[in-house]
C-alpha cells in the first residue's frame, strides 16, 4: 500500500499520471472547491495549476490566503490568467523569473515578511 503525504490546506496529495508520465515532479490535490497540480519543497509550496470547482465565489481568494498561513513562500507558476495573475498582485505577489532545473520558470511569488 502506498502512503501519501498529507500537508496543511492542500491535504492528501496523489501522484499526476500525466506528470508521471512527463516527468514533472507535481502532484495532484482536492482542497475543498479547489483542485489541481502543487510541488512541496519543505514550507515552500509550488502551484502548478488550479482548478476552481464554483468559480466566482471567493473559493481561490480563500484558497490562497489560507496557503498564505501555512507556507513561508508560495509560488504560482507560469500564470497565462490575467485575471488571476491581478488576483495574486493584490494578494503580496510579485512577478518572477529564474533559471530552475533546466529550464527557465516564471509566475508570482509571496514569502513571509
Known amino acids: ?3 501519501h503525504p498529507t500537508y496543511p490546506v492542500i491535504g492528501t496529495l496523489h501522484p499526476d499520471p500525466t506528470g508521471i ?3 514533472t515532479l507535481f502532484d495532484a490535490f482536492q482542497a475543498g472547491q479547489v483542485d489541481g497540480l502543487v510541488r512541496v519543497r519543505g514550507d515552500q509550496l509550488d502551484i502548478l495549476a488550479v482548478h476552481v470547482l464554483h468559480p466566482g465565489q471567493g473559493h481561490l481568494g480563500r484558497f490562497i490566503a489560507e496557503c498564505q498561513q501555512h507556507y ?5 507558476l507560469h500564470v497565462i490568467n490575467d485575471h488571476l495573475a491581478a488576483m495574486l498582485e493584490r494578494r503580496g505577489f510579485t512577478p518572477f523569473t529564474v ?3 533546466g529550464e527557465m520558470v516564471s509566475g508570482y511569488e509571496w514569502e513571509v515578511a
Open 1 to 3: 500500500m502506498t502512503v
Open 21 to 23: 508520465m512527463v516527468g
Open 99 to 101: 533559471w530552475e532545473d
Open 72 to 76: 513561508t513562500w508560495i509560488r504560482f
